[in-house]
């Protein structure tokens, strides 16, 4: 039976799986919860908002998504807190990072009243699916694609929004081996880099693909003239302490604005442990700091990980040792206080918490 919450209308589904989860053993993504928020854009507007079962759906294989490319998501998380509340972290940050996506792939924007209240029916019928804040959290991933079914290339008239929740434990890795990458691109100034679209993430596979086979774990991408500038890590932000301040290369049309990126930075500004400098940062620079040994510090920034610690970066056949991080590393206070705040555990001074009622 339908009914309605938060003006959304909801069918539950007949049975749940979450019996089937193991909370305390989860990976990312393999387990995805019982319902979906499913939203259509015909006519011109967004429309229909619904909550139903997670199941498969039935496309044309015509879609113009599945040909031209037009297709974005986003990723973002629900805490429990210590007290039991539901905190989705900086939705209209993502959204606003959703929709700029959108923008750029000539697709329409999501309306914050749709966005917030599919989230807030979200959470209501799979509250459940949340982790304890020792277990892990609930990913949140929104995607939106074109779903018109023709082959001609054009923009598409018709699209769909579906928002899908996946629980995962505490991101826990061995810290990354990168190497510099200075032949393949993953954007260029100019393009799609900036944007969370498929195309972004299909086109790095084979580079990374070659480095894993050489023993590394992600690339170091580098700018697309010169290979001269780091963008970014993998798919993160990346960040260093160098000579006693906090680094990272500036904002660039290449360059994916990561919200915990945001966060980070702003914590770290107020923490006061270092100067933030947002600046294009030479590789030759990066280098001179590990013969120095004035880089003390190298880490990712993402949903995913929050920090992921970088252990290597290989340059031009040269592999620099970077030192682990240990309990007073910026990279480790700073992920604890950005923790501690979501959960709860200290005060929100920014309003990034966006608590839901359950």
């Known amino acids: 039976m339908a009914t309605v919450t938060s003006s959304i209308a909801v069918e539950r589904a007949k049975e ?7 909370f305390k053993n989860l990976e990312f993504g393999n387990h995805l919860a019982d319902h979906m928020l499913v939203v259509d854009y015909e006519d011109g507007q967004w429309q229909n908002p619904r909550v139903v079962p997670f199941a498969d759906i039935l496309v044309s294989p015509a879609i113009l998504s599945l040909h031209y490319g037009q297709s974005v998501f986003e990723g973002m998380k629900a805490f429990r807190t210590r007290s039991g509340d539901v905190n989705i972290f900086r939705p209209q940050k993502h959204l606003a990072r959703l929709n700029r996506s959108l923008d750029r792939m000539v697709m329409p924007a999501i309306p914050e009243d749709i966005f917030l209240a599919g989230l807030q029916a979200l959470m ?8 304890d804040p020792d277990d892990g959290t609930l990913y949140i991933r929104p995607l939106v694609f074109a779903t018109e079914a023709r082959l001609g290339v054009k923009v598409s008239s018709t699209y ?10 505490p991101y826990q890795s061995k810290p990354y081996r990168l190497k510099v990458e200075n032949h393949f691109v993953r954007t260029a100034e100019g393009g799609t880099g ?17 480095a894993r086979q050489e023993g590394f774990d992600q690339i170091l991408w580098t700018d697309h003239k010169e290979h001269k500038y780091i ?4 798919m993160m932000n990346v960040m260093f302490v160098i ?13 994916l604005e ?26 030759d620079e990066v280098k001179e700091a590990f013969t120095k040994g004035t880089l003390t510090e190298a880490f990712g920034t993402g949903t995913a990980a929050v920090v992921a610690p970088i252990a290597v970066i290989h340059i031009d056949g040269v ?31 920014y309003g990034w918490n966006y608590i839901v009622k359950v």
């Open 16 to 22: 749940s799986r979450i019996s089937e989860v193991d």
């Open 124 to 131: 209501e019928v799979d509250h459940n699916w949340i982790p």
């Open 160 to 169: 769909k929004l579906i928002i899908m929740t996946s629980p995962v434990g």
């Open 194 to 210: 900036f944007a969370k679209c498929a195309g972004n993430y299909g086109g790095a596979f084979y580079p990374t693909q070659i």
């Open 231 to 234: 963008d970014e890590v993998g």
């Open 243 to 255: 000579g006693g301040k906090l680094i990272t290369p500036k904002l660039t049309s290449a360059i």
């Open 258 to 283: 990561g919200v915990t990126r945001d966060s980070i930075l702003t914590l770290a500004r107020d923490m006061g442990i270092y100067p933030v400098e947002e600046r294009r940062i030479n590789i």
């Open 319 to 349: 592999d620099y040792q970077i030192p682990a991080a240990g309990p007073t590393s910026f990279q480790l206070q700073v992920k604890e206080k950005l923790n501690n705040m979501r959960l709860g555990l200290e005060p929100d001074r």
